[in-house]
Nanobody
Framework: QVRLVESGGDRVQAGGSLRLTCAASGRTLKNYGMGWFRQAPGNERVLVASINWSGATVYYVDSVKGRFTISRDNAKNTLFLQMDNLIPEDTAVYYC???WGHGRARPLESAEFDAWGQGTQVTVTS
């Protein structure tokens, strides 16, 4: 089973930027599709960005398009989420996730993820 550890969460003002990092261990990351979910208090966990095993294809939920960028470095077993122009509605716990995806051209969908990190808090103040 792949193990995932997130870092980079912080408290920032609206308009600011953060870069989240997910370090994977236990398995070779190149065999997995990867993603970032977020969960705000009282809300369900939502997939915000997904990337296929090679990094060639990505998905973003509409609310973060043009502001967030997902990327990966398979050689370093690491996943990233660059978040720019943050707004208060981005406040949530952000989770790194993985699912088997070797050879799959498209990014994984929400239900296809089966491994999770512990989460990192992002707070955006107005």
């Amino acid at each position: 089973q792949v193990r995932l550890v997130e870092s980079g969460g912080d408290r920032v003002q609206a308009g600011g930027s953060l870069r989240l990092t997910c370090a994977a261990s236990g398995r070779t990351l190149k065999n997995y599709g990867m993603g970032w979910f977020r969960q705000a208090p009282g809300n369900e966990r939502v997939l915000v960005a997904s990337i296929n095993w090679s990094g060639a294809t990505v998905y973003y939920v509409d609310s973060v398009k043009g502001r967030f960028t997902i990327s990966r470095d398979n050689a370093k077993n690491t996943l990233f989420l660059q978040m720019d122009n943050l707004i208060p509605e981005d406040t949530a716990v952000y989770y790194c996730a993985a699912g088997w995806g070797h050879g799959r051209a498209r990014p994984l969908e929400s239900a296809e993820f089966d491994a999770w990190g512990q989460g990192t808090q992002v707070t955006v103040t107005s």
